[in-house]
């Protein structure tokens, strides 16, 4: 799996929600919610051929991480959120 392509959602300090791809700059798309913002991080991943997608809360500290497919994690862990 290529980690550029993989994919996290923050929320900004202007308190709007961001798509950010790893490897860029700036963000791909922004939203009002955290909930709009990860469909469009899940749209782009499985566009893209797949990834890993990264969720930080409000308070900035990674909240879930999860692959979207068609990617291939080769070390895939239990998943105790689903």
Not at 58 to 82: C, F, L, M, Y
């Amino acid at each position: 799996m290529s980690k550029d392509r993989d994919r996290m959602v923050y929320r900004r300090p202007d308190g709007t929600w961001a798509n950010e791809r790893n490897d860029a700059s700036r963000a791909s798309s922004v939203h009002d919610t955290q909930k709009a913002a990860l469909e469009a991080a899940k749209s782009m991943l499985e566009k893209q051929g797949g990834g890993e997608l990264t969720t930080k809360g409000v308070d900035g500290k990674i909240r879930s991480k999860d692959t979207i497919a068609p990617g291939n994690d080769s070390n895939p862990p239990r998943d105790k959120e689903h």
